[in-house]
C-alpha cells in the first residue's frame, strides 16, 4: 500500500524556518517525480514544488522561489521540502504527492498534509 | 505565467443531472491539464490527466475534454458521492497552477 507521510510542521514565528519531511513507503520511491502542494486555511490548492526522480529537474511556484528549496534522498525513500524567511501567507497544510508514471508531474498519491503556521 | 480560470465558481445540481465545469487556460498548453476531486475534509484525489485519460480506478461518469484552450470536465450523472471542490492543473512547464476551483454540491 503506497503511503506519504509528512511531518515537521508547526508554529514558527514571520522570518524563521522549517524543514518538511515526507516519509514514502509501498512504491519505489526513486522511480517517481514529487510535488510539494499547499492549501492555506479555506483555500484552494497551490503547487508550490516539483523534483523529478534523479533531482535534475526542479521547480518552484514565484511565491516561493529563492526561500524555499526541495529535495529528495532516495537512499532513505524521502522527500524534503527546507522553507527559509517564512511569511504569513506561508500558513497553510502542506502535502507531499508522487507522480503518476505516465504524467510525472501530476499528483497521484497524497500525503495527509503537514500544518504549517507562521505567526508571532 | 499562465493563469487558469475555472467556471462557474459553485454550482448545485439534482442527482442524476449532467455536469460541466470548464477551466480556461490564458495561453496554449497543449494537453498537459489534469482535474483533482477533493471532499470537504478529504485529500485530493485526480481525476484525469492528459485532458482526457480517466485515472485508473475514477468512475466512468468522469470525462475530460479539450477545445483550443478551453478544458471540460463533465459528469455524466451527478451522484452524491461527488459532492466536492473540483480544480483542473496545468503541467506543461513550471509554474504548474492549479485554477481556483469549482464546488459542486447537491440540489
Known amino acids: 500500500e503506497v503511503q506519504l507521510v509528512e511531518s515537521g510542521g508547526g508554529l514558527v514565528q514571520p522570518g524563521g524556518s522549517l524543514r518538511l519531511s515526507c516519509a514514502a513507503s509501498?512504491?519505489?520511491?526513486?522511480?517517481?517525480?514529487m510535488n510539494w502542494v499547499r492549501q492555506a486555511p479555506g483555500k484552494g490548492l497551490e503547487w508550490v514544488s516539483y523534483?523529478?526522480?534523479?533531482?535534475?529537474?526542479?521547480y518552484y511556484a514565484d511565491s516561493v522561489k529563492g526561500r524555499f528549496t526541495i529535495s529528495r534522498d532516495n537512499a532513505k525513500n524521502s522527500l524534503y521540502l527546507q522553507m527559509n524567511s517564512l511569511r504569513a501567507e506561508d500558513t497553510a497544510v502542506y502535502y507531499c504527492?508522487?507522480?503518476?508514471?505516465?504524467?510525472?508531474?501530476?499528483?497521484?498519491?497524497w500525503g495527509q498534509g503537514t500544518l504549517v503556521t507562521v505567526s508571532s | 505565467d499562465i493563469q487558469m480560470t475555472q467556471s462557474p465558481s459553485s454550482l448545485s445540481a439534482s442527482v442524476g443531472d449532467r455536469v460541466t465545469i470548464t477551466c480556461r487556460a490564458s495561453?496554449?498548453?497543449?494537453?498537459?491539464l489534469a482535474w483533482y476531486q477533493q471532499k470537504p475534509g478529504k485529500v485530493p484525489k485526480v481525476l484525469i490527466y492528459?485532458?482526457?485519460t480517466l485515472q485508473s480506478g475514477v468512475p466512468s461518469r468522469f470525462s475530460g475534454n479539450k477545445s483550443g484552450t478551453d478544458f471540460t470536465l463533465t459528469i455524466s450523472s451527478l451522484q452524491p458521492e461527488d459532492v466536492a471542490t473540483y480544480y483542473c492543473?496545468?503541467?506543461?512547464?513550471?509554474?504548474?497552477?492549479f485554477g481556483p476551483g469549482t464546488t459542486v454540491d447537491i440540489k
Open positions: 504527492a508522487s507522480g503518476i508514471p505516465a504524467a510525472p508531474r501530476v499528483s497521484d498519491y
Open positions: 509501498g512504491f519505489t520511491f526513486s522511480t517517481y517525480s
Open positions: 523534483i523529478d526522480r534523479g533531482s535534475s529537474a526542479i
Open positions: 495561453q496554449g498548453i497543449n494537453n498537459y
Open positions: 492528459a485532458a482526457s
Open positions: 492543473q496545468k503541467y506543461n512547464s513550471a509554474p504548474f497552477t
